[in-house]
């Protein structure tokens, strides 16, 4: 009888329960629990609790892991449902893997947020990518599109919003006010930690008055000695190269140098007019070198009784590019105009926590002096053969002009955040930035040069965001800002002073609900605003004239999604979300794609789209990873009778469908008890778009000259890491096909290439 009892109560289905806690205290979430040789696997949710369900009775062995911390087996009999006294992972990395540690977390908590963020850990990508711009090309909703040609500028796109509706951050201060005329491309790979990609909403210590979207870039301070240097070389005499040298001191002190210097000829080949023959033929660029340079020093403490952090950095910068080409590629070349660039930053850095880590206060400052020198002045008229084969009436190329032009840029953002209680927080966040702007054109009268007239931009945005958990399912924020700027400018012809001052409110919310441990669904909303950028109002003295009559664009954003990461066994994981996104944008700003380019106003433009990523792995060493992206931009409402023909029609230079595929094989100990090798394919498809504009019943059948045709490319690589040597070799094959790829408005890009790198890490000597 007791055996036919007990063999009733093993038969039974059981439900095991329990929470996992750091050495600190701390819940942790997206731990994997399984019990060995069954079918049986979960994660642990936000608040470090797990459940397994209908288990067989009996004897068990329970495994616990996480990266960084020590896996845990225990035996386990069940008989009735069972909930487990708190487990406690050990962490057992050194101070290097911990950092990593932390911060893959990092990139986890960003992406599980209410709103829709994807983040990449640059370490696990820099080997296969040199640019910045090639990382975050990569994600799904997202679309970057640049020349070839090494420092010129990115056009970003974040589900159907582009251009400077989507702003770049560097540790949460505006791109545009650190480094006015630098682009995301430009700026050395090796000094980011993360990127943080936003997909609608921007929480307040972040954004600023992007609308749509934001790459903010985090920069690594390192708290121990460590040392890491790379140097890429690739086709079309192209040199990369990058170090930063940190020195810590035991009373809490560090210094960091840190410098970068890239070069190319971009001497890549296209096919153009032939002006001479009234030809179109592959011809090499000639006109085309690119060189930056760039060095800083950063010195600071932390740990102290009155700064958890502060640090002062000084950065100094110069660049010098030639320019082959306006926006679009036309008969002629251009073979003489150039800009040179530098620029002074210094950054100022505090944070201090307060009643136990209960309240935050942090607040980062930073002062720029640009200086843009630009020539434009020969009369000579270049075939893209590079052959001199007329003289222009009047002297310019793009336009005639030879001037110096000087940025000052003021920028803070001070942060203050409040734990109302275990599970109510409060944030609130202000940015202030000036800029202002001088220079002269001399080839112009004193009295009728726009130039020398001061002009000055000024913006205030203030935000404050509540965020709660209840339920242990649902997570809450809302937000409301308050946007303020004033410009002084001139018009650009007359010289007339004008004044614009303008104040007004935004607000946005999400939610998201756990539907389970790995699975959630979420939601957000945002009413926001762009004011247009100091450049935008006034120009930049060269290829793109003012327009002071610009009107802040506005715009609705709704994002809906669902996400699961999740083991489906022991050795196969499956992680994916879908994203749907609806953007109703009025007073688009956008750039117009004459020859002599300003930014314009478009009336109303509807974009509604749909996004999703799936990523598989098995066994750690395989990983297919796809994403795509379909929307559909189109003009909704437009005022001028003439141009009704547009209304519904497809917005320009905006691609429809795009999409993405990388597999890869990794597998350490390959060679050597200390290496790890990795190989990868990626693909990249983007469908047929139009780059000008065109009525809503065209298509690519009827004005094929009207489209971009279908994209395809085709990259593949390798590294070598050996981990005790902390060197990385890589070798990238791009666009291995050589298939005609494109840039904004039809510019050529270049085919097959090649680079190879080389990283060398060390860290606490």
Not at 463 to 478: I, K, M, S, V, W
Not at 607 to 618: C, F, K, M, N, R
Not at 694 to 707: H, R
């Amino acid at each position: 009888m007791l055996s036919v009892t007990a063999n009733f109560a093993l038969a039974q289905q059981h439900m095991l329960r329990g929470t996992i806690h750091d050495e600190a205290g701390h819940p942790l979430p997206s731990v994997t629990v399984y019990l060995k040789n069954t079918k049986y696997t979960t994660l642990s949710d936000g608040a470090g609790t797990f459940q397994i369900t209908n288990v067989t009775g009996g004897k068990h062995t329970l495994v616990i892991s996480s990266l960084g911390f020590a896996t845990i087996e225990k035996e386990i009999d069940l008989r009735t449902n069972t909930t487990l006294e708190t487990i406690v992972l050990i962490n057992t990395a050194k101070e290097l893997a911990e950092v990593s540690v932390k911060a893959e977390k990092q990139t986890k908590v960003q992406e599980t947020k209410p709103i829709t963020i994807s983040s990449i850990q640059i370490k696990d990508v820099v080997a296969q990518n040199v640019l910045l711009t090639d990382v975050v090309d990569r994600l799904s909703g997202v679309r970057i599109r640049r020349s070839s040609s090494l420092g010129d500028g990115s056009d970003i796109s974040i589900n159907g919003i582009r251009g400077t509706a989507i702003r770049v951050y560097i540790d949460g201060l505006p791109m545009e006010f650190i480094y006015p005329r630098f682009d995301i491309s430009t700026l050395p790979i090796g000094q980011v930690k993360r990127v943080d990609v936003y997909k609608g909403v921007l929480p307040v210590d972040v954004g600023t008055d992007a609308m749509g979207g934001g790459i903010n870039l985090i920069t690594e301070q390192k708290m121990h000695n460590s040392l890491r240097a790379s140097y890429n070389v690739g086709s079309f005499n192209t040199h990369l190269a990058d170090f930063s040298l940190s020195l810590a001191h035991s009373k809490n002190f560090f210094v960091t140098v840190s410098g970068a210097y890239n070069y190319s000829d971009n001497d890549y080949r296209m096919n153009a007019l032939v002006f001479e023959k009234n030809k179109v033929e592959q011809v090499r660029r000639f006109h085309d070198q690119y060189r930056m340079a760039f060095g800083g020093i950063t010195v600071g403490t932390h740990s102290k009784p009155w700064a958890d952090e502060l640090k002062v950095s000084l950065n100094l910068s110069g660049g010098y590019k030639q320019l082959m080409n306006g926006a679009r590629v036309t008969n002629t070349a251009f073979g003489e105009a150039v800009y040179h660039a530098n620029n002074l930053s210094a950054i100022l850095n505090y944070t201090k926590s307060f009643l136990n880590e209960k309240v935050h206060f942090s607040t980062i400052g930073n002062y720029s002096r640009e200086h843009i020198n630009y020539v434009d002045t020969t009369r000579n008229v270049y075939s893209w053969s590079g052959a001199i084969v007329g003289r222009r009436s009047s002297p310019g190329e793009y336009t005639n002009t030879h001037s110096d032009t000087y940025t000052d840029s003021w920028v803070n953002r001070s942060t203050l955040t409040v734990a109302l209680a275990a599970k109510h927080k409060l944030l609130l966040s202000n940015l202030y930035a000036r800029q202002t702007i001088l220079g002269k054109n001399y080839l112009l009268d004193p009295a009728r040069d726009y130039l020398r007239i001061p002009q000055d931009l000024t913006k205030n945005i203030a935000g404050l965001q509540y965020e709660t958990f209840f339920f242990n399912r649902f997570t809450f924020t809302a937000a409301a800002k308050r946007f303020d700027f004033n410009l002084n400018g001139a018009e650009n012809f007359t010289l007339q002073l004008i004044r614009k001052k303008n104040g007004f409110w935004g607000w946005n919310t999400g939610l998201k609900y756990d539907l389970s441990p790995g699975l959630f669904a979420r939601a957000s909303f945002e009413k926001g605003y762009l004011i247009p950028q100091f450049y935008q109002f006034v120009g930049n003295g060269a290829d793109v004239l003012r327009n002071t009559d610009l009107r802040p664009e506005s715009s609705d954003n709704l994002n809906l999604g669902v996400t699961v990461d999740r083991p489906v066994s022991p050795t196969f994981r499956i992680a994916s979300a879908v994203n749907g996104f609806y953007r109703k944008q009025h007073d688009v700003i956008f750039l117009g794609n004459t020859i002599f380019t300003r930014y314009e106003n478009a009336d109303e433009v509807r974009t509604l789209g749909v996004e999703g990523d799936v990523l598989l792995t098995y066994k750690t060493a395989f990983s297919l990873k796809t994403n795509a992206t379909f929307m559909r931009k189109t003009f909704a409402k437009i005022e001028a009778p003439e141009n009704q023909f547009l209304v519904g029609a497809a917005f320009p230079n905006n691609p429809n469908f795009f999409a993405n595929t990388e597999f890869s094989w990794q597998k350490g100990k390959l060679f050597s008890e200390n290496d790890h090798f990795r190989a990868y394919v990626f693909y990249n498809y983007i469908a047929t778009f139009n780059y000008i504009q065109v009525g809503k019943d065209n298509s690519p059948s009827k004005t094929p000259t009207a489209y971009v045709p279908t994209q395809n490319r085709v990259d593949a690589g390798v590294s070598y890491k050996l981990n005790k040597q902390g060197l990385t070799t890589s070798v990238n094959v791009l666009n291995i096909f050589n298939a005609e790829l494109f840039d904004n408005f039809l510019v050529p890009r270049a085919g097959t290439s090649f680079n190879v790198k080389i990283i060398y890490e060390i860290a606490n000597f």
